[in-house]
């Protein structure tokens, strides 16, 4: 495995996105941490997340809104989008059942992983309120 020289924005970044459970994109996550590092770029959380994804440590991906979102969890589960404010929350893996059986189905080719997500309308937004329908 990779052996990463330690910095101190990187550890702030993954702090960061420790701390939510929002899903963000590189933008918002650059908003929150330049608070702390107000000379950090938009272009170094960039980097520090592809390294971070692409060294499993955070998990990437799109949900069909044109935009990347990062999340801390690695362990599989799923999303819930919600197509009126676009909230991404987490699921669950026990909630769908039938997927374990689809990857132990004898194909030609080798699963190592999946995403799925499901999207509808989240709880604020059915009752009315989510102030950012508002």
Do not use: W
Request: with cysteine.
């Amino acid at each position: 495995m990779k052996h990463l020289k330690y910095s101190r924005q990187r550890e702030s970044i993954k702090s960061c996105l420790m701390n939510r459970t929002d899903h963000p994109t590189a933008e918002a996550l650059y908003l929150t941490i330049r608070e702390k590092f107000p000379n950090i770029s938009l272009g170094t959380v960039y980097r520090n997340l592809n390294l971070l994804a692409e060294l499993g440590e955070i998990q990437r991906f799109s949900c069909g809104d044109g935009s990347e979102h990062f999340d801390y969890r690695t362990e599989s589960h799923y999303h819930f989008i919600c197509r009126s404010c676009g909230s991404i929350s987490d699921l669950p893996l026990a909630l769908v059942k039938e997927t374990s059986e689809l990857l132990s189905t004898p194909v030609d080719e080798t699963i190592d992983s999946h995403m799925i997500f499901f999207y509808g309308e989240c709880a604020k937004c059915r009752n009315g309120s989510n102030p950012a329908e508002r």
